[in-house]
């Protein structure tokens, strides 16, 4: 047991469990942290002169893991958050962070859209992140760090899935997969990049992602030029050789249905 204890130890030295979460802190570089929430989201800190910034809050309920894993690498205090977009994976410890005296930024569609579910004050984004609208949430936020060499692009990148596009808020993957090669072709080729959902991935990393998803986008819309219905589509399977990237929300036939709509 002691042996294990150890190990686990060793493997996960910012490995935190508090109520019902769990945050582990990744050093990324010299002041940014991965955070990764309940094994499932990330949550990204970066060390900022006399404080942390926080990109995200993970889910309700995760704002004290999120606390206790900054604390492994510094005694600094949050002193800024801000949200990706406006999915409560990204933005559930929001209340936790301002009921402390946090200032919690986002763009205006975000805060139009946090504020309809609940009436906590909200602060625009300054100018010095992109907005990609109509891609992933309707509203979603990336930055590069020129001088960490980190890029934090939230759910413009899920590691190795079918990413999840809302298209209820606004959300499109044609643009999605057009926004995510203009994101690749604006970072230096040394970047790392953290995205929503999984490991850090390098730009070569992303960029496959990328053409591989384009493949299957690809393969639906054969079919849908073809006049083929919706049903008739997911009949034929064309992505029998992609079932690796499904997941509990997106699976082949759901992806199919994304491009699909969009394409129709
Ligand atoms: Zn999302």
């Known amino acids: 047991m002691k042996k294990i204890l150890l190990f686990w130890v060793m493997m996960f030295p910012f490995y935190v469990v508090s109520g019902q979460s769990s945050a582990v802190a990744e050093k990324v570089?010299?002041?940014?942290?991965?955070?990764?929430?309940?094994?499932?989201?990330n949550v990204v800190a970066v060390i900022d002169g006399d404080g942390v910034l926080l990109y995200d809050t993970g889910y309700k309920g995760s704002g004290e893991a999120i606390e206790a894993a900054v604390k492994t690498f510094t005694q600094l205090p949050v002193k800024a958050v801000y949200n990706t977009h406006h999915h409560s994976d990204h933005t559930g410890s929001n209340a936790y962070f301002a009921e402390r005296g946090v200032k919690i930024y986002a763009t205006q569609k975000t805060i139009d859209k946090l504020q309809a579910a609940d009436k906590m004050e909200l602060w625009?984004?300054?100018e010095n992140m992109n907005e990609w609208s109509d891609a992933h949430s309707g509203s979603d936020v990336t930055l590069y760090m020129n001088d960490e060499k980190v890029a934090v692009v939230g759910d413009m990148l899920f590691e190795e899935r079918f990413p999840y596009i809302d298209t209820d808020a606004g959300g499109d993957v044609t643009v999605y997969l057009e926004t995510q090669g203009e994101i690749i072709s604006s970072l230096p080729a040394d970047v790392k990049i953290i995205g929503g959902h999984g490991r850090v991935y390098t730009l070569e990393e992303y960029e496959a992602l990328n053409s591989l998803l384009w493949e299957t986008y690809d393969k639906v819309k054969e079919l849908v030029m073809a006049d083929e219905s919706l049903e008739a589509i997911k009949k034929a399977d064309p992505l029998v050789d992609y079932a690796h990237l499904e997941w509990g929300l997106v699976n082949k036939d759901k992806w199919v249905e994304i491009i699909y709509s969009s394409l129709r």
């Open 29 to 41: 570089s010299e002041t940014v942290y991965k955070i990764e929430v309940n094994r499932s989201v």
């Open 124 to 126: 625009s984004l300054g």
